[in-house]
């Protein structure tokens, strides 16, 4: 890895220093024509193109030497009042009209072989070039009303010239341009190469080889991280660096002087640079952004929606008003470069550092910042991009500046990009190299635990043909539910238990079928979801008694025992077996009983203990009594439960019930150290003569007289809360609370 980060700045490099346009002053041949005074005036006359120009001649501008290296010198420049000035957001253009550069130079021919050439950097709009008198290249392209027809406003213009046309001495370059002057692209619009040298350097400077291996090498990328893209949908960063890295290709080419051999009218070219130009910030921002919070932000979708619309202005409107265009992006686009970079990277760096030097300051051989912070951008994918986002946006920013203030035409961007897109790339493939390695190793696995799901799968067909068999060939009620509780299939007694048809058995759900008498609560639906959520959650068979209705509305007591079971198709089916509770052969020999309980805060103990204490009552009483009193004692030892052990007011319960989530309630109150141990004594006496019981909590009890004389007062009503109370003192003789509380007697005296 290290090797290969290495490798690549190597050939960052080489390619900056190859890509960069150096002429050598040496050459005998060589004039630097910034260097040179330069004289413009409005119109042009064939004897200006071998007549040197008169300094004392008013119609002549006179442009000094350049003091930097570079001069820029455009028709708009010149202050006549004449010449139009262009208006910001304005759509109207202006005829054409003719300009005269002339270059008067002193020139020794050399006594080589060499051939001359002249490299102008820009020159617009229709042009004809004339040495010494001699034409030597043009570029007219005007209409029948000689007005132009296809535009011609070129970078890097060079040529082999004659040396039979130079003088030994002074010479005379004269251009005459034609042109919108109020265009800003006119003349010589850039500030520099303009030279004259040997052809072969100045091929040698202006050499497209390693120029377009750069820009396929953008396109290659591009196309291959959209491939990965396709071919993997969830790296959505691929696509974005992919899209990112051919518009660079085509913005870049759009730039150099091959494109005007495809297509010669440059207004045209300079829209469609434009285009790729605006679409640029809203691939790279979000590629950076997927690639750090793995996330689109809105700032970045309002910017594409922006530099759409500017995209398509630009092919509508004129070409100034496309430069227009061009300003109010490179503003707008200053700013987005800051966001991206202060907040895309610095942040995402920094955080990122901040989080490693944390993680590590407490260990006894702590990094130090400084250390840590360098580790995090030479190892960490935030840091590669925080190097690469660096130089990207040092040379952009300088090229935006440049381009608005400076003017020395440096054009860093292209170096800033390949140096970005090569470190970009390096990141995408380190992602890829670990993924591959992840997808190896979870191979890897998944084969090693082939045998293991063969092995369960062979097991849940045993476990599935073991219940089918025993759900088709039972006479028990036997009913199959799934995950939601809805019933799947049931078998004849199934069926005659819930008291339903065949044809409704899916439709119909189990907990309607529960039996329940009118004052009684929803206690029975609670408890069987309560031991079918729980099964779902251990696994492990459960028991418990219910009660159904059947067909006529008669009341059905049956033992229901829950399984799961995993079925061939890995999901997960309830088996629900009830078994009728027959009639208590010794019932007829029961005289009588003293039984002791103490339970733990289990709900549904409170059922299995009420229906035991009861189970005798049927010698004494009617049945339908004896069922009655089964529903008041639960509902006390529920009270003992919810209101004592575990203290849930009513308050509580209410809320917590309006909600829907009461027995969430009780299971965390469950869990509570100082409710979890504490138990409910219960005692039965049973005898000819009457029936006692005792519930006892460990609560700290309530105030029992004030509550039995207003439930007295509503005795005959339905109450929200001190059901059992309630339900109590219709159902007993008597109702005792000790003066704490916390223990209640009930007495019931048997009528002859």
Known sequence: MVIMKKLILVISLCLFFSTISVFAADSPWFIDLNKQSLYIKVGFEASDTNVYPDEENKNWVIFPPAEKSGRVVRPLDIELPEIPKPRFFSFKTYEKMDFTYSLPFELEIPANDEVPGLHLGSLGDNWEIFLNGQLIRSSVDLNDN??????????????????SLFNNGMNLLVIHIMCDPSYEANGFHQAKPYYFDSYEKISQSNGSILTFALLFLYLFMGIYHIFLYLNGRSYRYNLFYGLFSITLFFYLFMRTHVVYSLIADTNTVFKIELIFLFCLLPFISAFLELITVNKISGITKGFSLYSLILGITAIFTPINFNLDLLRIWQITGLIMILYIFFYLICWNFFTTAYRHWKSQRNLEKAKGRIRIVLKTLYDTDVGNLFIGTMVLFGTTTYDILDSMF???????????FLFFTLGSAFILANRFAFLHKQMSDLNYSLELKIKEVE??????????????????GNSDAVLLLNEEFSILEGNEAGLELLGIKKKNITSHSIFNSLYFEEKEDNHSKDLLRLKLDELLLTENPTELKLRFTGKRGEMKAVRVRLELIH??????????????????????????EKIHYQISNSFPLTDEVSRRITANLAKYMEKAEAEMLFIGIREIIINAIEHGNLCITFAEKTKSQAEGRFMELLMDRQKEPMYCDKKVKIEASISPEKVIYRICDEGPGFDHKTFLKSTRHQVNETLSHGRGISMAMQLFDKVYYNEKGNQVTLIKKIRP
């Open 455 to 472: 092995t369960a799968s062979e097991k849940s067909r045993i476990s599935e043909i073991k219940y089918r068999s025993l759900f088709e």
């Open 406 to 416: 400076f003017e020395n035409d440096l054009v860093l961007t292209n170096y800033g």
């Open 567 to 592: 079925t061939l198709s890995s999901t997960r089916q309830i088996l629900f077996r009830a078994i009728l509770i027959q009639e208590d052969a010794l019932l007829s020999y029961f005289c009588g």
């Open 146 to 163: 000689g007005q132009i027809r296809v535009h011609h406003s070129r970078r890097d213009i060079f040529f082999p010239i004659k040396p």
